[in-house]
């Protein structure tokens, strides 16, 4: 099974949210992040700034148009 390391991308760097993500869920402006134990994290107003499946790393950053 394919794990991801979650990070968000901040002005002062990038802070890792979640370890071990093994889904990714939008629902409207809602973003739940799932682990392998399936504990939840859900975020809202957040975008999708990279996905690297070679490194399994996911960084988010807050969604500008959205305050």
């Given at each position: ?37 399936g ?29």
């Amino acid at each position: 099974m394919c794990r991801s390391t979650v990070y968000m991308s901040t002005k002062e760097g990038v802070l890792e949210l979640v370890q071990n993500a093994v889904r990714l869920n939008l629902e409207d402006d809602l973003l739940i992040i799932i682990d392998d134990v399936g504990e939840r994290l859900e975020l809202r107003n957040v975008r999708i700034q990279e996905v690297n499946l070679i490194s399994n790393n996911i960084v988010l950053a807050k969604d500008p148009s959205e305050n």
